[in-house]
């Protein structure tokens, strides 16, 4: 099974950041792409992210040997009923959605019988639109693959070499697994990021000019998260609840421990946590997941 | 009243980067050093921080028109009592502290009758050491000061321009109102921090394997500023308990209400939410405190 022609629906960071790696890894793949939003298509055009544009989900998909939908979680089902009657027999579909169990599902409901493999490269920025995207997003970083119990070997083969051909590194995952790990090192930051913004924007003590003055203090690394696009990160949660809920609940238990030292003056298991985590950011560092230059190697 | 020659006490990320940021920027002041640690002073000797390397603190100090206190919060009054005897009649004394009430108090009652300014630059990385320092640390970052009621004016500019002299742009501010700003600016963010990596590290269904693996989903930025000094962050929670304590309760408020919102599948809620918070990062970047880079600048 080869991939020759791939359909790109949504040209947001992540479908941009597709068509621009194909575009300069693999020129000889043939690319089709369509976005819901009008004004998207329009700016896809003017930057050439795909050889073809398309007028409708249906059009984009119709030659296309692999199609993968780059839309919010919530609405997976639509996207993929949306193509259902145009898609080629034989096509894999798949996705980039953060969250996988309910991706799985839609996609599994709306097209019966047909090559679905959810995925989730675990890459992106804060920015959003089909001007954010870059061809070197997915470099050294993890695609997740969550095929079905009963996936067609040749096709999960396939993807997984698409993906390859993109630069990431490509790993197979239960579905229920993925939404468990992502919910911790990605769902829960986030959360937390956009809580502890909005926290901070609503005080009357402190002012929100105060607040981003000083926030070089640790605050400014949290609005960057807190930046990210706010129907997907909308989408992960109502999507990924049962994780995210279960995840919550140990964070606040932690939390709530060190509230209590902090109130009764226990230095000691502040300092033993505090000691703990430096070293996993040295491990990040070492399984290439970060920089190691100092504080992002932010220019002092 | 001119400041023609400096004493450093603490040879860490910030009294290393002090020494160089003068070393650079105004080579005329004399500088002299001294750290508890015999490991620092040989390899801040090495590498020819300051002009005079001091076996004690008394030393150091009994020339300076300025001594600046660059050790953890908790030991401020330790410090300040083992230059006391010491200290030239006139000479300014301050520190780089997080937390300023208790670092007013603490060196009030050690050096009674003397010129104490207590000043916090807000700047930092999640590096320590001698080695960590680097002479632009301070351009462009807020340095608070926070002189007591009776502050000498003279001694007030002098320290300002030190500090304007280093880079920094200077604010005067209560210390109690600092100590407030900072908890929701800086000591919740590193509280949060720590406990979400903490948190992510002691899963038995997540590996830590898979934590490191995946962090590229948001989880690594909160490893940066988990890698800080943890003697440092212990003293700060201990020594700003009040605004700690007050500002985690507004935390943990708002993110209950955010789980409530996921619980009962309020989309609206998380959206109004996330659409603000992103405004927050624009303003960040625009008042100069962040760079316009997505994902901090980060190579792909």
Chains 1, 2 share one sequence.
Not at 8 to 17: Q, T, V
Not at 149 to 154: I, L, P, R, T
């Amino acid at each position: 099974m080869r991939i020759e022609r791939v359909a790109i629906i949504g040209l947001g960071l992540l479908g941009s950041s597709i068509a621009l790696a194909l575009r300069e890894r693999a020129p000889g793949i043939a690319t089709s792409g369509f976005d819901a939003n009008p004004k998207v298509r329009a700016r896809a055009e003017e930057l050439e992210l795909v050889s073809e544009m398309c007028e409708s989900p249906a059009t984009a998909v119709a030659d296309a040997d692999l199609v993968v939908l780059c839309v919010p979680v919530g609405v997976m089902r639509d996207a993929a009923l949306a193509i259902a009657d145009a898609l080629p027999e034989g096509a894999i579909v798949s996705d980039v959605g953060s969250s996988k169990q309910s991706v799985a599902k839609a996609l599994a409901e709306a097209l019966p019988g047909r090559h679905v493999i959810p995925a989730h490269p675990v890459a992106g920025t804060e920015e959003s639109g089909p001007e954010a995207g870059f061809a070197t997003l997915f470099v050294g970083r993890w695609c997740i693959l969550t095929p079905p119990g009963d996936c067609d070997e040749e096709a999960l083969e396939a993807l997984s070499n698409f993906w390859a051909g993109l630069g990431a590194k490509v790993e197979i995952m239960d579905a229920a697994h993925h939404d468990l790990v992502l919910a911790v090192t990605s769902h829960i930051p986030h959360l937390i990021a956009f809580t502890i913004v909005g926290t901070a924007s609503d005080l009357e003590e402190v002012t929100r000019s105060e607040v981003i003055k000083y926030s070089a203090g640790g605050f400014r690394d949290f609005t960057r998260i807190a930046a990210s696009d706010p129907v997907m990160w909308r989408d992960v949660f109502l999507n990924n609840r049962e994780a995210v809920l279960e995840m919550l609940g140990r964070f606040t238990e932690d939390l709530t421990a060190l509230q209590r030292a902090i109130r009764s003056g226990d230095g000691e298991t502040l300092h033993d946590l505090f000691a703990r985590t430096r070293a996993i950011r040295r491990q990040v560092i070492e399984e290439g997941q970060d920089q190691s230059t100092p504080d992002f190697g932010r220019s002092h």
